[in-house]
């Protein structure tokens, strides 16, 4: 058998394979993840959100970042280095040797292939005469020499050529590793373990350690553990926050620690900047010693917040701490919402504590809008709009235009509009058009189904309950059908909000009353006949008495014609009667029939949508916000879920809208109520970035009772009769068979 050898590579041409190789696998993945982007494409979105996000403080720092930005410039330059290596190294490996050639003794001894045994012989003795050793000649080439000759001459050595590809037989099998020699040579030995173990030992312990660090102190969204566990304290001890409180709350986590993140810092000059902040803001609990809330870098982060709500100016070491504070906010306040959750169903589930409060979670939404706006909640939603100042909203609020929201702006007739904001120039008056043109119209429509139930219409106590909610996405733009439109919405709302459940029981008295009208008007024909029978006189009204005596008549009529037939028409009869009652029972299975089969057919369409949902990644970019004050560019995102607001509950779950584009559709499950009854919810619809937006659509639910469990399921009872009949066609075979014996025989 062959032996192995192993052997390091001496000249170290192998190591430049193994060097190009490895240069290739990171330069070439390197370049797909981080060659920058086209930079004009940026630059185009940037110049057609001028004319509307202009004046956003996000556009002017992503302005000032993408022109003082060296980044991508750094990162081209080291792209370009590593291709020039790696394309050196290609280079490099194209022109070395190959070292392995195969054995050929015909060219050792200079000779064509196929040369006869005379001709081989000719040439060996005039090569031998020209390299032997005695001769003067070179004993490495006189030995390749006589390995040729013996190779086309020994029949064995012939053999071996032919099978192995050498003379010899099978040789070693030799492996080379692409490492230079000099690294196992003994002379740097002390250097190479040095490398080594500071490689293993010290620069790999550490990256792994600090990744493991950092992986353990976050969550999946980024949110620090500790932050999150602050959250869910405050949330259980307290579960009806109010909007101070919960700034309190907001402002105490770990991220605007600089003890726990590294991006939070405490200046010396915050000693005198926050205190006059302070006494600018007015009262906000400063005395309070309840732990974190009197915290330095807690009571900074709440001044800076309550500051960045009350828009006001700051010194520039300040604006860029709040600017911190405020762009973490967000995702923070999403944090406490989905702690909240969680609470209230550890409530519904286990039970033994109080769950977070409806107004807690709808405060969370209702600050975080806050924050992006830059606006207290008292303040006008119009504050939202550009070169709107608090001593203009005057002229809005006057009886004359009772203006007091964006979709009281839109609905106004141009005249008007224009000449309410008379304070405004023609460009800032188009401007702010231009702004109330891209802000969201949203327009929900629900549809309550139970899902993978024979009647999907039917709610019974404690089913599951699919609520499927499509929005669909305009422009808030002023055209006058939108204004019929948006004018009609807000009727039917006003109609709702007022005298809901009044409205709702007077008209459910009013179809009972109705429907019991009906049934005494139809139950009161036959009343008389039953009475005339019993006591021989007619009662009720003479109309209803006419109409029965008539009918008498003709049945009589027609009881005696009858009677006058042949009898084969009377057998005929009973026979129409069965086949008009079975093409009556025929159309009925064929509509309960026709009804299951759509029933199927949407139950797979909402299966296969579902699954087109979990394969498809949306993306989150949706439409960027008009915030005047937010340092950073975001996205239209929406809370959708169902409260009872009667009792200030959550049914079911919010659902974070992150992909609304166009057009979405959501799904929003919930038990049903274990009482059977009417109940009345409410689908909400929530913006995490505007005010004054939010929709309120009113859910009616009536829940019948379940019902009840089958011991045995029909289709395997067996009546009594067919088994009497089985066992009768039993018999009679039997019969059958002995008197067929009886004649055989």
Same mark, same amino acid.
């Given at each position: ?56 403080? !996000? ?6 970042? *993408? ?151 976050? *969550? ?128 519904? *589930? ?276 008009? *915030? ?8 239209? !995102? ?108």
């Amino acid at each position: 058998m062959a032996g192995q050898q192993f052997q390091y590579d001496d000249s170290g041409n192998t190591f430049f394979y193994f060097l190009t190789s490895f240069v290739g696998l990171i330069v070439i993945p390197a370049t797909y993840y981080l060659w920058p982007r086209d930079q004009n494409a940026e630059q185009l979105r940037l110049k057609s959100l001028r004319r509307v996000h202009g004046r956003c403080l !996000w556009y002017r720092l992503r302005l000032m970042k *993408s022109q003082q930005s060296i980044m991508p410039t750094l990162k081209k330059a080291a792209l370009l280095f590593g291709w020039a290596v790696f394309l050196l190294l290609a280079y490099k490996v194209s022109k070395l040797d190959r070292e392995y050639q195969e054995y050929n003794p015909y060219e050792v001894l200079n000779l064509d292939p196929g040369a006869s045994l005379s001709e081989i012989k000719k040439q060996y003795r005039v090569l031998s005469l020209k390299f032997h050793p005695d001769k003067g000649g070179d004993e490495a080439t006189f030995m390749r020499i006589a390995k040729a000759y013996a190779a086309l001459t020994n029949e064995q050595s012939k053999l071996n050529w032919q099978i192995y590809g050498n003379p010899d037989g099978p040789g070693a099998t030799s492996f080379g590793i692409a490492l230079p020699a000099w690294i196992v040579d003994q002379k740097n030995s002390m250097l190479v373990l040095l490398v080594y173990g500071l490689a293993f030992m010290v620069i790999l312990p550490v990256v792994v350690g600090t990744w493991w660090y950092r992986s353990i102190r976050y *969550s999946g969204d980024q949110i620090l553990i500790n932050t999150t566990q602050l959250f869910m304290h405050f949330m259980y001890k307290t579960p009806n926050m109010n909007m101070k409180r919960l700034a309190m709350v907001l402002t105490a986590a770990f991220e605007f620690d600089p003890r726990s993140n590294k991006e939070a810092t405490i200046r010396p000059t915050d000693n005198i900047e926050v205190p006059q902040l302070i006494r600018e803001l007015g009262n906000i609990n400063v005395k309070k010693k309840e732990p974190p809330f009197c915290y330095p870098y807690s009571l900074k982060a709440r001044v800076l917040v309550l500051a960045h709500l009350a828009r006001m100016d700051v010194s520039e070491e300040l604006e860029e701490d709040q600017r911190f504070v405020v762009r973490k906010s967000p995702a923070l306040l999403q944090e406490m919402i989905n702690v909240g959750c969680q609470l209230t169903m550890m409530a519904n *589930s286990r039970g033994g504590f109080h769950a977070p409060r409806l107004v807690t979670i709808e405060n969370c939404m209702k600050l975080t809008q806050m924050i992006v706006q830059g606006l207290q909640e008292s303040k006008s939603p119009l504050l939202q709009l550009p070169h709107f100042e608090e001593e203009n909203l005057r002229y809005c609020i006057s009886k004359k235009y009772k203006v007091r929201s964006l979709q009281d702006l839109v609905s106004l007739k141009d005249s008007d509009r224009r000449n309410m904001l008379r304070f405004l120039g023609e460009e800032k008056y188009d401007e702010v058009m231009a702004v109330l043109g891209s802000f969201p119209h949203i327009t929900m429509d629900t549809k309550l189904q139970v899902l993978d139930d024979e009647d999907s219409n039917n709610i019974t106590a404690g089913s599951i309950v699919t609520v499927t909610v499509t929005l669909t996405r305009k422009r808030m733009a002023v055209s006058d059908d939108w204004i019929k439109q948006l004018q009609y919405n807000m009727r039917d709302s006003s109609k709702a909000k007022t005298k809901v459940w009044q409205n709702k029981s007077k008209g459910a008295k009013k179809t009972a009353k109705s429907k019991k009208k009906k049934l005494t008007k139809k139950k009161a024909p036959p009343a008389p006949a039953k009475t005339k029978q019993a006591n021989g006189n007619v009662a009720g009204n003479e109309v209803v008495a006419a109409a029965t005596t008539v009918k008498e008549e003709e049945d009589e009529a027609s009881d005696k014609g009858s009677e006058s037939d042949e009898g084969e028409a009377n057998k005929d009869s009973p026979s129409e009667r069965d086949e008009d009652s079975d093409k009556q029972s025929d159309t009925e299975v064929d509509e309960v029939a026709g009804d299951d089969e759509e029933e199927w057919e949407a139950l797979q369409q909402s299966i296969q949508r579902r699954e087109r949902a979990l394969l498809e990644t949306k993306s989150k970019v949706t439409h960027p916000v008009y *915030s005047l004050y937010f340092p950073e560019e975001k996205q239209e !995102w929406w809370w959708l879920y169902i409260a009872d607001r009667r009792d200030q509950t959550l049914v079911s779950m919010p659902y974070h809208v992150c992909t609304l584009k166009d057009t979405e559709e959501v799904e929003l499950k919930f038990p049903a109520p274990s009482k059977t009854g009417n109940y009345q919810y409410s689908v909400i619809l929530r913006s995490d970035s505007y005010m004054g937006l939010d929709q309120i659509k009113p859910l009616k639910l009536e829940v019948h009772e379940a019902k009840a469990m089958l011991d045995n399921h029909p289709q395997w009872d067996i009546p009594d009769t067919e088994e009497e009949d089985e066992e009768q066609e039993d018999s009679d075979g039997i019969e059958e068979s002995e008197d067929d014996d009886e004649d055989n025989d």
